[in-house]
């Protein structure tokens, strides 16, 4: 069975300080690994897909990488408009996704 | 307007009732997924479309739960005899390539 497992479950961050989140997974056949924004009330929003370990890939301050068991979303300098929920999930097999439990971030000015 | 949408957005209901909710994909994708994410709980996935079939039912909760599909486009999941324990958003997503993109979900709270 696809497992998601994601730490913090909450971080708290000054404004300009770098922090990453962690998301370990197990799964038969990654497809791809993927990250999401989710805001309060909305649905989650589209950030990274990351293929094969090694694969990095960056947004503004924002930068995932992934490794065999693991992927990190590193984020450099936040800003108070970066808090949010952010949600790792595994692809399998023809797309159905597995979700972690997310990560609250907050940004504090 | 581009993006996968739902309807209604709040869907309040008596428990014993039946609710449908609607999902409009993006244009021209053939998958479709629906989610639910109960408070404090991730992503938890229901049913997968491939064009108006379902291929995997497997995260269907019980059999009060059902969806359906037609012309390849919009979906409906339709919740029989709600209970408690159904209240969540329930979100919809259509795919193209391996990306999933999301709507904004319904929010059903069954009293």
């Known amino acids: 069975e696809d497992q998601v497992t994601q730490s913090p479950e909450a971080l708290r961050l000054q404004e300009g300080e770098s922090s990453s989140l962690n998301c370990s997974y197990t799964?038969?056949?990654?497809?791809?690994l993927f990250w999401y924004r989710q805001d309060p009330g909305k649905g989650p929003e589209f950030l990274f897909t990351?293929?094969?370990a090694g694969e990095e890939k960056e947004k503004e301050r924002l930068k995932a990488t992934l490794t065999k068991k693991e992927s990190f979303l590193h984020i450099t300098a936040p800003k108070p408009e970066d808090s949010a929920t952010y949600l790792c999930?595994?692809?399998?097999?023809?797309?159905?996704?597995?979700f972690g439990q997310g990560t609250i971030l907050t940004v504090h000015p | 307007g581009a993006g996968v949408s739902q309807s209604p957005s709040n869907k309040v209901t008596e428990k014993g009732k039946d609710v449908e909710l609607r999902c409009d994909p993006i244009?021209?994708?053939?998958?479709l997924y629906w989610y639910r994410q109960s408070l404090g709980q991730g992503l938890e996935f229901l049913i997968y479309?491939?064009?108006?079939?379902?291929?995997?039912k497997s995260g269907l909760p019980s059999d009060r739960f059902s969806a359906e599909r037609t012309g390849g486009s919009v979906s409906t999941l339709t919740i029989q005899r709600t209970q408690q324990e159904d209240s969540a958003v329930y979100l919809c997503?259509?795919?193209?390539?391996?990306?999933?993109?999301f709507g904004p979900g319904t929010r059903l709270t069954v009293l």
């Open positions: 244009s021209g994708h053939t998958a």
């Open positions: 997503a259509s795919m193209a390539g391996y990306e999933q993109f």
């Open positions: 799964v038969s056949g990654l497809r791809g």
């Open positions: 990351l293929y094969s």
């Open positions: 999930a595994v692809q399998a097999s023809y797309g159905k996704l597995t």
């Open positions: 479309f491939q064009g108006n079939s379902a291929p995997d």
